[in-house]
């Protein structure tokens, strides 16, 4: 296995494959190179690294590459993400899923207990506005009771007012009102039928 003292690594033994990192903590990582595997403290194999442009490795160096026994590990790199105040955040995996599940707030606090405050309260807000945005829209269906009705009302009695007679426009209206109803029924059946299957 390589050893790492002070700014150079040692082999003093060579793993398998199969038992490279078993009995070791999250902080160390299985290293293949064309010869041997070995576990090593990925961070100090990161800080200490001397990179090269192409696979021929320098005069006295070992080359190493991450190795994992996922099936996807062709896919995995080590990144490297370097920021002014700590240090560098190592993420093994696809570099994609960063971009994806990673986000960055623009939020910057004195005090770490109201780090997430921002955004929770965001999250809040989304979340108050879709349910609102929701209500107004279910609101406008015409149903007893909803303002639908009201506006469906309106809108029947100006467009049949002047072709029918006042009692054929209510009809019509009452039947609009009926099937608004109907589908809200069958929704709130069909909603609480999924809800509990």
């Known amino acids: 296995m390589l050893k790492f003292t002070g700014n150079t690594f040692e082999l003093s033994g060579i ?4 038992e490279c990192c078993k009995n070791s903590n999250d ?3 299985c290293f293949k190179s064309t010869s041997f595997t070995t576990c090593l403290s990925a961070r100090s194999v990161i800080e200490n690294a001397h990179f090269c442009a192409s696979n021929a490795c320098a005069l006295g160096y070992i080359c190493l590459t991450p190795f994992t026994e996922d ?3 062709t896919f995995h790199k080590i990144t490297v993400l ?3 105040q700590t240090k560098k955040v190592l993420f093994l995996g696809h570099p994609g899923e960063i971009y994806s599940s990673v986000e960055v707030s623009s939020y910057v606090t004195n005090y770490r207990f109201i780090i997430l405050l921002p955004g929770i309260l965001h999250s809040l807000l989304i979340y108050l506005s879709s349910i609102s945005a929701g209500q107004a829209c279910v609101n406008l269906v015409p149903c007893i009771e909803f303002d639908g009705c009201h506006l469906s009302k309106l809108v029947v009695f100006s467009l049949f007012f002047h072709k029918y007679n006042i009692n054929s426009v209510k009809r019509i209206h009452n039947f609009v009102i009926f099937i608004g109803t109907i589908l809200i029924a069958f929704t709130v ?3 609480f039928i999924n809800f509990l299957t």
Do not use: F, P, Y
Request: hydrophobic content about 30%; overall charge neutral.
């Open 82 to 84: 370097k920021t002014e």
């Open 71 to 73: 099936i996807n590990s």
């Open 15 to 18: 793993a398998t494959k199969e």
């Open 189 to 191: 059946v069909l909603s």
């Open 27 to 29: 902080s160390t990582l």
